[in-house]
């Protein structure tokens, strides 16, 4: 070998060194930053604890900013060790009410976790997403990820009951409910699963709701029986979603308004439909349980509709929508403060068949409050009471109708907790 090869080969072997040298120090210094970073969100997300037990939410989304800031410049602007911090945020504009930007911050959150998942079947990311549209009353959107999700499974996925569970769950808030046939293959396969005694116990009432909602009341006791071993239980007000029995005559009224409205529109070349005055008390919900929050929609089929601001909604256990709500009370409850002091008693029989019957008012109210509310119960839906293993009416099935809403849980547990209200047979209580 001559001397220039030999030259050659000491010169590449030196860079080879030299290349690897600076690799270590790069890798060494990278890992020094990184750890840097890591503490500094540490100290930062600590922070953002104090400013949130002292509810002092500006600070607190300030600090949890910083530290997302510091992750995005360390690791990326997708790194999956954001997700955390995105969670607290969305809990941070919950707390403050502002939801739409609390559902930015869960669609960006959906995002994050999918690119750190397997794709096909439904996820973690997907169940989290949905379970945030169902709770916000985004149900449509919740729907159309369940259609989207259960599409894109591979043959032979393996049952899944959360999330079977929480696709019947979003039914209910379908306006229309329910296949029946589906809900009960759905518990006839989570019988067959390792699911554990609470989620066999929330699967059973869904599954019975559903069934009493489409009649089908011999399928619904056995499974009523299973979750009441004592083969006894008070009635139940049945959650979802619920639309007011209108009179022929409001049916005519309204489709003459529409009909004109078109006609004299299509006749100045307009083909817009927003001069329909959109402000009739149509619908009520009842909500799954006290993580559901105040608001309700965007539930529109178009684009424009789907980025419309929330609705905020008011009532327990009946919940509607607040502005059009004022239009149906007496005069003074148009201001919420006084709105949020009414209360009405109510006294009724539950029948066999889940219905309200002989409604009486225990305490005095004017004559709009009483027809809304008649017209509410007649509307609503109960699981009739359980007596030796049979439905029976119910006499004075008592119920408080109030118009005060309050999240009654800690903003940042609201995103990660998992429903957990169980029905008791020692005393009547709402699903």
């Keep these: ?24 120090k790069d890798l060494a210094s990278n890992s020094e930053r990184n750890q840097r970073a890591t503490l500094a969100v540490e100290q930062l997300l600590s922070e953002a604890s104090i400013a949130q037990a002292n ?87 919740g729907r159309g990820l369940i259609k989207t999700v259960n599409a894109a499974q591979p043959n032979g996925q393996a049952f899944d009951v959360s999330w079977a569970l929480l696709e019947l769950q979003m039914s209910l808030y379908s306006p229309i409910c329910c ?48 979750i009441h071993p004592s083969q006894t239980a008070q009635a139940q007000l049945l959650p979802g979603l619920h639309a007011f029995k209108s009179s022929d005559r409001d049916r005519m009224e309204r489709t003459k308004l529409e009909s004109d409205l078109r006609l004299r529109r299509y006749g100045s070349g307009f083909a817009l439909d927003n001069e329909i005055p ?38 327990s256990p009946f919940r509607y929508n607040l502005e059009r709500l004022k239009l149906v009370l007496p005069a003074r409850y148009s201001r919420l403060d006084r709105l949020e002091t009414l209360k009405i008693d109510m006294s009724f029989d539950v029948s066999e068949e889940g219905r309200a019957r002989n409604i009486r008012f225990l305490n005095d109210q004017p004559r709009q409050i009483r027809k809304l509310m008649r017209d509410t ?55």
Excluded at 4 to 22: F, K, W
Excluded at 97 to 114: C, T, W
Aim: aromatic residues 6%.
């Design 1 to 24: 070998m001559g001397c220039s090869a030999l030259i050659s080969n000491a010169l590449v072997l030196i860079s080879i060194a030299l290349v690897e040298t600076s690799l270590a």
């Design 179 to 226: 296949n029946s046939n589906e809900a009960l293959e759905v518990l006839r396969q989570a019988q067959l699963t390792t699911a554990t005694v609470d989620q066999m116990a929330e699967l059973s009432q869904t599954v019975a709701a559903i069934l009493i909602l489409e009649r089908q009341l011999d399928d619904a006791l056995p499974a009523i029986q299973t």
């Design 278 to 315: 959109d402000n009739e008390l149509i619908e009520f919900s009842v909500a799954l349980n006290d993580r559901f929050l105040p608001i309700q929609g965007p539930n529109g089929a178009e684009f424009h509709q789907r980025t419309q601001p929330f609705e905020r909604i008011i009532g």
């Design 55 to 141: 509810e002092d939410w500006p600070a607190q989304e300030s600090q949890l900013l910083e530290a997302q800031s510091l992750l995005h410049r360390e690791f990326g602007v997708v790194t999956p060790r954001q997700i955390t911090i995105v969670d607290r945020l969305a809990a941070n504009q919950v707390a403050r009410e502002n939801y739409s930007k609390a559902n930015q911050l869960a669609e960006f959150n959906h995002f994050i976790r999918s690119r750190n998942q397997d794709s096909g079947g439904s996820t973690e990311a997907d169940a989290l997403l949905a379970d945030w549209y169902l709770r916000s009353g985004q149900w449509r959107a």
């Design 377 to 431: 119960l007649l509307a609503a839906r109960f699981i009739p009471a359980m007596e030796d293993g049979t439905f029976v009416t119910q006499s004075d099935f008592l119920l408080t109708q109030t118009f005060n809403n309050e999240l009654l849980l800690n903003a940042d547990d609201a995103t990660h907790q998992q429903a957990s209200d169980r029905a008791v047979d020692e005393e009547p209580r709402l699903l």
